[in-house]
């Protein structure tokens, strides 16, 4: 079994029940943030369930890769499922990729952002079904979307340093 993925590792994964006291939780135990707040709504699909998913969300630096926390408000996906079988903690880790097909060890695709897509339509971030062989899911996401997200990540927490 080999399990390596082309492109770079960037980011964290978090699954919280509440945005507001996880932003702060992770401020006061591990002197995180600030946190840039994104709330998303889009179309989507978990393993068979297909509609409509929104999340509230809170990006920083941690280190040298970024954390993106996740609340789940509406929808059928694997942040919710995570939350309610496993409870709050990393759920995710996330590479930022040219290629969105790989399937390493021929791991399945289980979820799917259209929110964000690809010229060709495809979603441009996706999670592969990668819990049993690493204990959390991978996310493949398009790289030039990732370096959009980042940059606004990095916008806002220079503009906060000055």
Same mark, same amino acid.
């Given at each position: 079994?080999t399990m390596?993925?082309? =492109?770079?590792?960037?980011q964290? =994964?978090?699954v919280? !029940? +509440?945005?507001? %006291?996880?932003?702060?939780h992770y401020?006061? $135990?591990?002197? $995180?943030?600030?946190? &840039?707040?994104?709330?998303?709504?889009?179309?989507?699909r978990y393993r +068979?369930?297909?509609?409509?998913? %929104?999340? !509230?969300n %809170?990006?920083?630096? &941690? =280190?040298?890769?970024?954390?993106?926390?996740?609340?789940?408000?509406?929808g059928q996906?694997? @942040?919710?499922? &995570?939350?309610?079988?496993?409870?709050?903690?990393?759920?995710?880790?996330?590479? @930022?990729?040219?290629?969105?097909?790989q399937?390493?060890? =021929?791991?399945?695709?289980?979820?799917?952002? &259209?929110?964000a897509?690809?010229?060709?339509? +495809? @979603? %441009?971030?996706?999670?592969?079904?990668?819990?049993?062989?690493?204990?959390?899911?991978?996310? $493949?996401?398009?790289?030039?979307?990732?370096?959009?997200?980042?940059?606004?990540? +990095?916008?806002?927490?220079?503009?906060? @340093?000055?």
């Amino acid at each position: 079994m080999t399990m390596k993925f082309k =492109g770079d590792f960037y980011q964290i =994964g978090v699954v919280v !029940r +509440d945005i507001d %006291a996880g932003m702060a939780h992770y401020r006061n $135990l591990l002197g $995180l943030g600030p946190f &840039w707040r994104l709330d998303t709504d889009y179309e989507g699909r978990y393993r +068979d369930w297909r509609g409509r998913f %929104a999340n !509230r969300n %809170a990006f920083t630096k &941690w =280190g040298d890769v970024y954390l993106e926390m996740i609340e789940p408000v509406v929808g059928q996906g694997n @942040a919710r499922e &995570w939350l309610e079988t496993r409870g709050e903690g990393i759920f995710h880790l996330g590479y @930022a990729v040219d290629d969105l097909s790989q399937r390493p060890d =021929g791991v399945d695709c289980v979820f799917e952002s &259209w929110g964000a897509k690809m010229p060709n339509g +495809d @979603a %441009a971030v996706i999670h592969l079904d990668t819990v049993e062989q690493l204990g959390y899911y991978v996310e $493949l996401s398009d790289r030039a979307l990732v370096d959009r997200l980042n940059a606004r990540i +990095d916008k806002f927490m220079n503009e906060l @340093a000055i």
